[in-house]
Nanobody, 128 residues
């Protein structure tokens, strides 16, 4: 069974950058779709990005498109979320999650319910 651990969250000022990391242990996730999600206080968890096993063109939510990028290194069982031009509205707990799929494709999976295994989250706080 795979375990996920996020890291890299911090408090930054608006316009700053952070890189979040998601480390998988217990099992490789080279054939799994991986997603990044976030949840702000009082709000529902929302999808930020997904990336298929083979990389390819990731799916990014409209709210982060052009500012965030997602990447993965299957040799290290790591997935990254590079966040640039951060805004106060990006403040949230960020989670990575995985789901085993045929060929590791993500397809149209972007809802939290589409993913099976979750990390504990890492807090990102952006001040104005």
């Amino acid at each position: 069974q795979v375990q996920l651990q996020e890291s890299g969250g911090d408090s930054v000022q608006a316009g700053g950058s952070l890189r979040l990391s998601c480390a998988a242990s217990g099992s490789t996730h080279s054939n799994w779709c991986v997603g990044w999600f976030r949840q702000a206080p009082g709000k529902e968890r929302e999808g930020v990005a997904t990336i298929a096993a083979g990389g390819g063109v990731p799916y990014m939510s409209d709210s982060v498109k052009g500012r965030f990028t997602v990447s993965r290194d299957n040799t290290k069982n790591m997935v990254y979320l590079q966040m640039n031009s951060l805004k106060p509205e990006d403040t949230a707990m960020y989670y990575c999650a995985t789901v085993a799929t045929y060929g590791g494709a993500c397809g149209n999976r972007f809802r939290p319910a589409d993913f099976r295994t979750w990390g504990q989250g890492t807090q990102v706080t952006v001040s104005s």
